[in-house]
């Protein structure tokens, strides 16, 4: 069993894309999905994750706690809980995104970013190849 965060930006990310790129990396349904209840990315990581019969944690925003630092605390925890994390990056270096990438860096999780250049390569093999793998 793997636990598996699914994060990235809410838009711009087809569910096509999302469900190739997850079904490449053979999660199962003995793995548990981490999300963080948004919408875009995180609500087809909990699409994928019941179409799949895997486990699905949702991680909200702290309500006690005021923003922005609600999120970076839900950020940390997600990095926190996961063996590995799937981050769907645009390239915005003040997103939640890099911010998750970054904690999740911090504790020495495999980090696999997947770039906007990938979104027209349709062999998801050639895709897999070209991840930007972190540890």
């Known amino acids: 069993m793997s ?6 930006n ?3 990310w087809s569910k096509d894309f999302v469900f190739n790129v997850l079904n490449s990396h053979k999660i199962t349904k003995n793995d548990i999905i981490i999300s963080g209840g948004s919408a875009g990315i995180d609500s087809y990581a909990q699409e994928f994750a019941e179409e799949k019969g895997c486990q699905i944690r949702i991680i909200y925003p702290d309500p ?3 923003a922005p630092q609600k999120y970076f605390y839900r ?3 997600i990095a926190e809980m996961c063996d590995k994390m799937i981050a769907f990056d645009k390239g915005d270096e003040n997103s939640g ?3 998750k990438i970054m904690y999740a860096q911090k504790f020495g999780k495999e980090v696999i970013i997947i770039d906007e250049e990938m979104i027209d ?3 998801i093999p050639a895709r897999r190849l070209k991840l930007t793998k972190q540890k």
């Open 64 to 66: 006690e706690i005021s």
């Open 75 to 77: 950020n940390e925890r």
């Open 10 to 12: 809410k838009d711009g």
């Open 121 to 123: 390569i349709s062999d």
């Open 3 to 8: 636990k598996v965060a699914v994060v990235g």
């Open 97 to 99: 995104t890099k911010n």
